[in-house]
């Protein structure tokens, strides 16, 4: 989870140079097929590894399969927070608004460093109902900046 | 030339086929240089008058435009793959008929005759490769043709489509801003984010993107298909129009030709209303001479919404690329129109920078096809371009909602897996519908086109599991590609393009072209001619100074040399003739005195 950005991007562009289509001149229709299909599937990876989120979904998929599906089942007193704030989310205006940014922006922070050591300390389960609880914050921020 | 970009099999060009001029540029040792003709013209205008005798392409057809207002076909990039209805706007202002053709595609109709966009832009860029052959001196062996970074899928087909059509190998669809980015990144090799801003004559374009190591990524780009000089041009003529309405009449000011001539003056007006205040115009009305008058100031205040909706598209690239104006290191103005003040102007307000415009902006676009034409025949392994999908592609689902698959922005080529089943016992074929747009209902997105699967073996409903892989290739164009997950067996798939041309019309164009392959040839040959006839001048004038010849033999050669020079300018038949007497005049002559001296001047005019 603990990935330089930095180091990603460059690893990227380096095998971009191998992968790419443009260096790699095939004649047969079926090597080409290949080819394109090989930078797909690198530039999809590193979208996926790009962006916290998809990275530790597919942390979690790699080494646990099925975990995301079996935790699907939120507690009861998340879920009527988390309808409160979405509920907050459609209507909040001018400092209300600041304020339930701030919140959100705090809890969506904490959120990943709590995915980030839990993954770490292969805790799969915690990490997984931490990554489905973030949705809520990430999909309430979304909402409400799309409101403003 | 580096022996990538010329070889003994031809040349690799990179085109602008742009909506006003199109022009072709290709590798050298000293970097992209553009084509021109024997006059040292680069532009082809993209037009094509249809006359008795045949038809005129390029400048031929533009000068015949005001003969030939209802035969002379401009503008064609703003109907190449699109459908007759997209297009009832555009038609209008068009004084070509434009008809809706066979699955309600965009056509043009002259003498009973419909032609597709494909064909049209096809005769451009035969025009454009006959000019470039000239000018290298070899066959053409593959093109990099530019499109507008918003183009869709099915205009970047047709735009390939009409490629072939004209016999060219396409070897890639480039982005216009992104080619035009490498034109400058090249000559200013920094790294650094760059926004390249493309308003061309029809088609506007930003693109962000990130320089580093000669890897240009693009980030995000956004753009309007149909924004550009023209609606500049038309605006200002509907001031005019509207001016001499109210001192005229409705009647008078309405007639065609006068309709025509302000048409006509107004791309000429806006260009010079570009470094003076204030322009004038005389237009011949009943036997008199009318005077206007239009100011910057006036054009200015026309087109302001324009270019706020461009302004507007800078911010959501900007957006997308998660980036803030004062994290950009450059911007870069392309397309003949950014020569316009008020988009200067807005564009430096706007970024807090003051634009690059070093790179000619008529000439940045296909400087950099032809950059990206060397890297795939494989001359530079130093630059890549990383470019990406301009609109969100998607699956349309239950209630007539567009799923996403891809989004807009990814890097490409990128690719999607997605599963598909039966909904009823044994049912062997599936319809998928593809759109692309960023809109959720697919009312508002454009249908690229219908999938059907076929081939699923006979299965309870639900039970057979085919895995269809969406790939967008390099070009930004869709392939796809079906799979029976549980068997294994390759599902045979079908595509129904929406816009454009099936693969059947694609053939049978190729086989109507044919005829025209003759026309080309003669063409072909003139230019060789030309060229021979041109080389065989230098040649013996530079003999002839040297000093090598028997004295006997200096009246005759230098009457024959003259004959020659004079007939450069005629038709092929009396040049050819001419040119039969200069060799047999020089034919007595020592050999190897011309020869040298001709083999010198063909090595000089190579570079």
């Given at each position: 989870m603990d990935l330089d950005p930095g180091e990603l991007e460059r690893r990227y562009l380096a095998l971009s140079r191998e992968c790419h289509p443009d260096h790699q001149p095939t004649e047969s229709p079926q090597e080409q097929q290949l080819v394109l299909e090989r930078a797909a599937k690198l530039n999809d990876s590193y979208r996926r590894l790009k962006d916290p989120w998809s990275r530790a979904t597919a942390l979690l998929n790699l080494s646990e399969p099925g975990i995301l599906d079996r935790t699907k089942q939120l507690s009861p007193t998340f879920l009527m927070e988390a309808m409160e704030i979405s509920e907050a989310a459609l209507v909040a205006r001018g400092a209300e608004a600041d304020d339930l940014r701030n919140r959100l922006e705090r809890s969506i922070a904490a959120s990943l460093e709590d995915i980030t050591s839990k993954i770490g300390a292969r805790d799969w389960a915690a990490a997984a109902t931490a990554l489905h609880e973030s949705r809520y914050y990430r999909k309430a921020l979304a909402d409400l900046q799309a409101n403003q | 030339m580096t022996e990538s970009a010329t070889s003994e099999s031809g040349v690799v060009l990179g085109i602008d086929l742009g909506t006003t001029n199109s022009l072709a540029a290709v590798m050298t040792p000293s970097g992209p240089k553009v084509l021109r003709d024997r006059d040292g013209q680069a532009l082809v205008p993209s037009v094509v008058t249809f006359v008795e005798t045949g038809e005129l392409v390029g400048a031929e057809a533009r000068a015949a435009a005001i003969d030939f207002p209802e035969r002379t076909v401009y503008s064609i990039k703003r109907l190449i793959g699109r459908a007759g209805t997209e297009v009832d706007d555009e038609a209008g202002r068009l004084p070509y008929p434009v008809r809706r053709g066979e699955r309600d595609l965009a056509r043009v109709e002259i003498d009973g005759r419909q032609y597709s966009p494909e064909e049209i832009s096809a005769r451009v860029l035969r025009k454009v490769r006959s000019l470039a052959e000239a000018a290298v001196s070899a066959p053409i062996r593959g093109v990099v043709v530019t499109v507008p970074a918003y183009f869709d899928d099915a205009q970047r087909q047709a735009t390939k489509d009409a490629a072939e059509l004209a016999?060219?190998?396409?070897l890639r669809i480039v982005n216009e801003p992104t080619a035009a980015s490498l034109a400058y990144g090249i000559s200013g090799k920094r790294d650094g984010t760059v926004l390249v801003y493309d308003l061309g004559g029809g088609t506007f374009d930003v693109s962000v993107l990130k320089i580093e190591g000669g890897v240009f990524r693009v980030l995000a780009t956004d753009g309007d298909t149909h924004l550009g000089g023209d609606d500049f041009d038309r605006l200002l003529s509907d001031r005019i129009l509207g001016v001499l309405r109210e001192r005229l009449g409705e009647e008078t000011a309405l007639a065609p030709h006068v309709m025509h001539a302000v048409r006509g003056s107004a791309e000429g007006l806006k260009i010079q209303l570009s470094s003076e205040p204030a322009a004038s115009l005389a237009i011949e009305i009943a036997g008199a001479s009318v005077e206007l008058s239009v100011t910057r100031a006036e054009l200015e205040a026309d087109i302001e919404p324009l270019v706020q909706q461009t302004l507007d598209c800078c911010r959501r690239a900007m957006q997308d690329a998660e980036?803030?104006?004062?994290?950009?290191?450059e911007v870069v103005l392309v397309g003949?129109?950014?020569?316009t003040p008020l988009v200067r102007s807005r564009i430096e307000e706007l970024t807090g920078r003051p634009p690059h415009t070093e790179v000619d902006p008529d000439l940045a676009v296909a400087l950099g096809a032809a950059i990206q034409a060397d890297i795939l025949a494989g001359g530079n392994r130093e630059v890549l371009l990383l470019d990406v999908i301009p609109l969100s592609l998607g699956l349309e689902t239950m209630g007539g909602v567009v799923s996403k698959l891809i989004l807009r922005n990814s890097t490409i080529p990128t690719s999607v897996t997605e599963e598909f089943s039966t909904q009823v016992d044994h049912q062997t074929g599936v319809d998928i519908n593809i759109y692309q747009g960023e809109r959720e209902k697919i009312d508002d997105c454009r249908k690229l086109g219908s999938f059907r699967l076929s081939g699923i073996p006979p299965a309870p409903a639900g039970y057979p599991r085919v895995a269809v892989t969406f790939l967008v290739d390099a070009d930004g164009v869709l392939r796809v590609t079906a799979r029976e997950t549980r068997t294994g067996q390759q599902a045979s798939i079908q595509v129904v393009p929406s816009f454009g041309l099936t693969r059947e019309e694609v053939r049978r164009m190729m086989m109507e072209s044919i005829e025209h392959a003759a026309e080309d040839m003669a063409e072909r040959e003139d230019v060789e001619l030309r060229n021979k006839a041109e080389a065989m001048v230098r040649g013996t004038a530079a003999a002839m100074e040297l000093g090598d010849l028997p004295p006997d033999q200096v009246y005759p050669v230098k009457k024959a040399l003259r004959a020659v020079e004079k007939s450069l300018a005629d038709d092929p038949a009396s040049l050819r003739a001419t040119v039969e007497q200069l060799s047999k005049a020089t034919a007595h002559i020592a050999d190897d005195v011309i020869s040298s001296a001709v083999r010198k001047s063909l090595t000089e005019s190579e570079e």
């Open positions: - | 016999g060219l190998r396409c980036l803030t104006f004062d994290q950009l290191d003949g129109s950014t020569r």
